[in-house]
């Protein structure tokens, strides 16, 4: 081991010796920025440049997150050929805080020096490097990232000002990284299922980190476009804005991980996660699997955005936190140093101040009235994701094609009395309130059976012939996915081990789905007879091609309904009643609902 690494915080190079906390900015607006695209430019053509054997390479800051299962900076392992992975619990948003304030820090140190090298305005350049920090893409709001990190037709080079001052091309280094040995880290083939062996081999035997690769391991931009720009995707804005403003508690929040009682029907932000991952990596690319995905620069544009997801949502529920467990506010975020003994916790990094940075969302704001802050974030959230497609169907957010329908005096809910065990009370009609029923579709299974599964697809229709590589998302009855992003090495991953019990689960919504089918949702008889004909779902492995729904023996596909109600405007946005299980509509179904004595 070499020197010490210690995460402190992009804070090299001020003037006054102060600690300098800047703003993490919108790729969108990173890009524009002359000085700082310019640097981050440099700076990370430098860490690809650092020796591959140094702890602040890019190699081995990024090997942290999986291959190649080294003990990095001093951090010891109990078991030596363990990776320190933290996905699936729900110090997964606090362990990729250090994480990218590492990588950060890194960076803007080669920034540091670069500037000093400028030999025109050069306290300007030094100024934009002490204010340094990594861009985050808003995947909820922004379908593509800027062209700049995956258009290799228009920007294999990028002009950027040198320090002599001119502007020029170079090398794009935001596509990707070329590995030094001509190929990734090896993986252990003895912890491989033998039909996952040929894909995670062939991954690894890429030159370079690649997103939806062709056969011969080019970047297929189309195919990069497409899987960004579905339709489905974009539920990520709606499925964002419930997140932030309607899960209250840290667990629910946090981790895709299950548990009794858990009373939302959103998706987790790791689950949100996991479904960018796959869609940036596609087929065998490298963001697709957990072992390979930061040796991708675009893992450092997709996190910060993960991380600023959890700094909003902390902002609006201030008093949530850890609940006492095994792992808690107080476990070791190892191998990120706090000090020469002591690892990260999450209570040490919960304020993003901490590792000095910010984001530009809570620019102007007062910070230290909580309740001030919350109330003007939650503005924030509304402004920038709660729109018409929020809550499709509910009156005066649903869709346009279907709105009129939906806008005019809604009849009395029709409720199934054996299916739903209490009804919703009545709202007069001319209080100004509205009620609706939203529909969702929960996926459950243990983590140690999805260990080979690339996703879990849900059809609100009838399942396509894939035979003839006809890809399952461009389905008009294609409703969303479950992608568990579990790390494949079990044997090299401990926590992938004590949690291999662990059930993990995600949301499909299904309104838009079922209003397109011209089903009224408020309908629930009708809704539950539709759905007993035409729900179906679909797992697709890591190695390519179908899994049987049986043998995946603990999935478990429920459908539930959670009433909505109130005004329904963006100042009121709907609360949530209780979610209700409608177990009869995938009964005794290979991977349905399964029959349990005294179970609901």
């Known amino acids: 081991m070499g020197k010490q690494i210690l995460i402190k915080g992009a804070g090299a190079g001020g003037q006054s010796g102060q600690p300098v906390i800047a703003p993490r900015l919108d790729a969108?607006?990173?890009?524009?920025?002359?000085?700082?695209?310019?640097?981050?430019?440099?700076?990370?053509?430098?860490?690809?440049?650092?020796?591959?054997?140094?702890?602040?390479?890019?190699?081995?800051?990024?090997?942290?997150?999986?291959l190649p299962f080294l003990p990095w900076n001093g951090a010891k392992l109990d078991d030596p050929n363990d990776g320190y992975c933290k996905h699936g619990t729900t110090t997964f948003p606090t362990w990729h805080r250090p994480y990218c304030a590492l990588f950060e820090q890194t960076l803007q140190a080669h920034a540091v020096e670069i500037a000093a090298t400028y030999t025109s305005n050069r306290d300007d350049w030094q100024k934009a490097a002490v204010n340094f920090r990594i861009p985050f893409w808003d995947w909820a709001r922004h379908d593509l990232p800027p062209k700049q990190f995956y258009d290799h037709d228009e920007f294999s080079q990028v002009t950027i000002t040198h320090p002599d001052?001119?502007?020029?091309?170079?090398?794009?280094?935001?596509?990707?990284?070329?590995?030094?040995?001509?190929?990734?880290?090896?993986?252990?083939?003895?912890?491989?299922?033998?039909?996952?062996?040929?894909?995670?081999?062939?991954?690894?035997?890429?030159p370079g980190t690649v997103r939806h690769p062709t056969a011969d391991g080019t970047f297929d931009v189309k195919s990069f476009k497409k899987a960004l720009q579905k339709e489905p995707f974009k539920g990520l804005r709606s499925s964002t804005a419930r997140l932030l403003l309607n899960v209250d508690n840290w667990f629910d929040f946090s981790t895709q991980q299950a548990r009794h009682g858990r009373g939302t029907s959103t998706s987790s932000l790791e689950t949100l996660h996991n479904a960018v991952h796959g869609r940036l990596g596609g087929d065998k690319g490298h963001m697709s699997y957990i072992p390979f995905a930061a040796f991708d620069p675009i893992f450092w544009l997709h996190h910060a955005n993960v991380d600023r997801v959890t700094a909003l949502w902390q902002a609006i529920h201030y008093n949530s936190w850890f609940e006492a467990d095994e792992i808690d506010e107080n476990t070791p975020l190892t191998p990120f140093w706090f000090e020469s003994t002591q690892f990260w916790t999450s209570d040490g990094c919960r304020v993003p101040n901490t590792l000095k940075y910010t984001y530009a969302d809570f620019d102007g704001l007062v910070t230290t009235d909580p309740e001030a802050l919350s109330q003007a974030i939650r503005k924030r959230v509304k402004d920038l994701y709660v729109d018409k497609e929020t809550f499709p169907g509910f009156p005066r957010f649903g869709r346009a094609a279907v709105n009129a329908a939906l806008t005019q005096p809604q009849a009395p809910l029709s409720l199934a009395a054996a299916s739903v065990p209490e009804p919703i009370a009545e709202i007069q009609a001319d209080s100004g309130h509205h009620q609706h029923i939203e529909w969702t579709c929960r996926i459950r299974a243990k983590q140690k059976d999805l260990r080979s599964v690339a996703s879990i697809i849900i059809f609100v229709g009838p399942v396509p012939d894939h035979s003839q590589g006809y890809d399952y998302t461009d389905d008009p009855g294609y409703a969303g996915s479950f992608v568990p992003f579990l790390n494949p090495f079990a044997d090299y991953c401990s926590n992938c081990r004590e949690g291999a019990d662990n059930l993990l689960e995600a949301f499909v919504h299904m309104n838009y789905n079922l209003m397109q089918r011209g089903i009224d949702v408020n309908n629930i008889p009708a809704?539950?007879?539709?759905?007993?004909?035409?729900?179906?779902?679909?797992?697709?492995?890591?190695?390519?091609?179908?899994?049987?729904?049986?043998?995946?023996?603990?999935l478990e596909v429920t459908v539930i309904d959670t009433p909505l109600s109130g005004v329904g405007t963006w100042e009121h946005i709907p609360a949530a009643q209780d979610l209700r299980k409608h177990n009869e509509i995938t009964f005794d179904r290979p991977g349905g609902r399964v029959r349990v004595p005294g179970r609901a």
Not at 195 to 202: A, G, Q, V, Y
Not at 529 to 552: C, T
């Open 28 to 66: 969108e607006d990173f890009v524009q920025n002359e000085k700082l695209f310019s640097l981050y430019v440099q700076a990370l053509q430098r860490l690809y440049d650092t020796p591959e054997s140094e702890d602040d390479s890019h190699f081995q800051i990024s090997g942290i997150h999986g």
């Open 165 to 206: 001052g001119s502007k020029g091309p170079v090398k794009n280094p935001l596509l990707g990284y070329q590995f030094k040995d001509g190929h990734g880290p090896d993986p252990p083939k003895e912890a491989f299922d033998p039909d996952d062996w040929p894909t995670m081999k062939e991954v690894s035997d890429w």
């Open 527 to 554: 809704v539950e007879e539709y759905l007993r004909e035409n729900l179906h779902w679909v797992i697709r492995k890591q190695s390519g091609g179908d899994a049987r729904p049986e043998d995946i023996k603990t």
